[in-house]
């Protein structure tokens, strides 16, 4: 854990703050409804903070299967290991509630965080074809997964 950093549940009362990070980190970053859907589905979902909000990440769970649906990190407190923290957490989260695998997409682009995902043991398992929005043409997604037990 870095000095200072930790991680909490998200509170509808985080939303502005974690919309400004979020609009900050995407191109095409999730409304205010994606993120109250989450909170009201009871989704995973978490920031990490230390004086203010510095990422959050959402996880989602059915039939013993966790998916990340989002990690993200203030882009001007990038690559400090955030991302790995946060990442690291909500995998202990899945384990923690029985998930037996955990899944996650990535645009093919996404150096970082691909280079993050498979640093932390997760592996390449497929490719959807044209699964995000992109400023020309859409572009395809990396599947990954990790086995929890
Ligand atoms: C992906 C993201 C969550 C990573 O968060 P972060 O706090 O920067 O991650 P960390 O600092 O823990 O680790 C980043 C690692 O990527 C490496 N990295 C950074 N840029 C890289 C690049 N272009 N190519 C390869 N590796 C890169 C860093 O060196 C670091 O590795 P190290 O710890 O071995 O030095 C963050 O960049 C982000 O929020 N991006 C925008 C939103 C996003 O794309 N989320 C992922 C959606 S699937």
Same mark, same amino acid.
Request: aromatic share 8%.
């Given at each position: 854990m870095l000095d200072g950093v930790l991680l909490r549940r998200m509170e509808m009362e985080d939303l502005q703050c974690v919309l400004k990070n979020e609009r900050k980190a995407y191109q095409f970053p999730w409304t205010e409804g994606i993120f109250k859907s989450c909170l009201c589905n009871g989704d995973e979902c978490w920031i990490i903070l230390d004086k203010k909000i510095l990422g959050h990440a959402v996880l989602s769970f059915a039939a013993q299967e966790a998916h990340l649906l989002n990690l993200c990190i203030d882009p001007e407190h990038q690559n400090k290991g955030l991302g790995k923290q946060a990442l690291d957490h909500v995998v202990s989260i899945a384990k923690k509630k029985g998930a037996i695998s955990i899944f996650l997409e990535v645009r093919v682009s996404n150096a970082s /965080? !691909? #280079?993050? #995902?498979?640093? *932390?043991?997760?592996?390449?398992?497929? %490719? %959807?074809?044209? #699964? #995000?929005?992109? *400023? !020309?043409? %859409?572009?395809? /997604?990396l599947v990954f997964g990790k086995e929890l037990i």
């Amino acid at each position: 854990m870095l000095d200072g950093v930790l991680l909490r549940r998200m509170e509808m009362e985080d939303l502005q703050c974690v919309l400004k990070n979020e609009r900050k980190a995407y191109q095409f970053p999730w409304t205010e409804g994606i993120f109250k859907s989450c909170l009201c589905n009871g989704d995973e979902c978490w920031i990490i903070l230390d004086k203010k909000i510095l990422g959050h990440a959402v996880l989602s769970f059915a039939a013993q299967e966790a998916h990340l649906l989002n990690l993200c990190i203030d882009p001007e407190h990038q690559n400090k290991g955030l991302g790995k923290q946060a990442l690291d957490h909500v995998v202990s989260i899945a384990k923690k509630k029985g998930a037996i695998s955990i899944f996650l997409e990535v645009r093919v682009s996404n150096a970082s /965080a !691909v #280079y993050l #995902y498979e640093s *932390a043991g997760f592996n390449e398992i497929g %490719r %959807r074809s044209g #699964y #995000y929005p992109g *400023a !020309v043409s %859409r572009e395809d /997604a990396l599947v990954f997964g990790k086995e929890l037990i």
